[in-house]
């Protein structure tokens, strides 16, 4: 069973703007410190073997310039590769996708003082105004929350045996509201009226978790 409110209450959450390529984006950002060693925590982010276990099946030309296809979902080009500390992507969905359709995905390692990891994990995309209005950060924060989860118990040699299956669990479901909620937080501490946290919330939940109420 997992400590749904610890790992909630685990992860720092924001949101704010970055310029990329696409124009001026949205970010979604997840802070987490994980009691593992810097080098441990990048290997299970890069070595395609150690992501199969705790996110998907990865392909590709797994190297700076080269692109990579997760199963089922993003693609994209590596853009820097700094071990251990340093890894952004590009993040397409779709096979033939426009410029503003092209986000990216930063994940920042640093060494804490007693020999933990602090993660960052920045997603940056362009995203029209109605669409911001009617989920805000959750659309793509709870999905990032799924995954920090999946991380951080590969990294204590843990795992949810049957992904597919629990995500229509009511363990998952409760996990995805409570991301949920902690998103709408992330989003009126960024300036958002109550009015619209709660839309932006409610959507989200929605989304994610149908019949969790």
């Known amino acids: 069973m997992i400590d749904i409110v610890n790992e909630i209450h685990a992860v720092r959450r924001e949101t704010g703007h970055r310029r990329i390529p696409a ?122 929350d799924l995954t920090v989860l999946g991380l951080g118990l590969h990294l204590r040699g843990e795992s949810i045996e049957e992904p597919h299956a629990w995500e229509e669990s009511a363990e998952a479901k409760e996990f995805m509201t409570e991301s949920s909620k902690a998103w709408g937080a992330a989003l009126e501490a960024a300036g958002a009226t109550s009015a619209e946290v709660a839309t932006a919330v409610d959507n989200t939940t929605k989304f994610y978790a149908p019949d969790s109420n």
């Open 23 to 144: 124009g001026d984006g949205r970010t979604v950002l997840l802070r987490r410190t994980y009691r593992a060693p810097i080098e441990d925590v990048w290997d299970a982010i890069t070595d395609p073997d150690r992501i199969n276990r705790w996110f998907l099946p990865v392909t590709g030309d797994l190297r700076l310039g080269g692109r990579y296809q997760l199963k089922g979902n993003a693609g994209g080009e590596i853009l820097r590769c700094e071990p251990p500390h340093l890894l952004t992507v590009t993040w397409v969905f779709g096979e033939n996708p426009t410029e503003v359709d092209v986000s990216e995905v930063e994940v920042r390692l640093s060494s804490g003082a007693q020999g933990e990891t602090v993660f960052e994990l920045e997603h940056t995309a362009v995203v029209d105004a109605e669409r911001w209005a009617e989920f805000g950060p959750g659309a793509v924060g709870v999905g990032w």
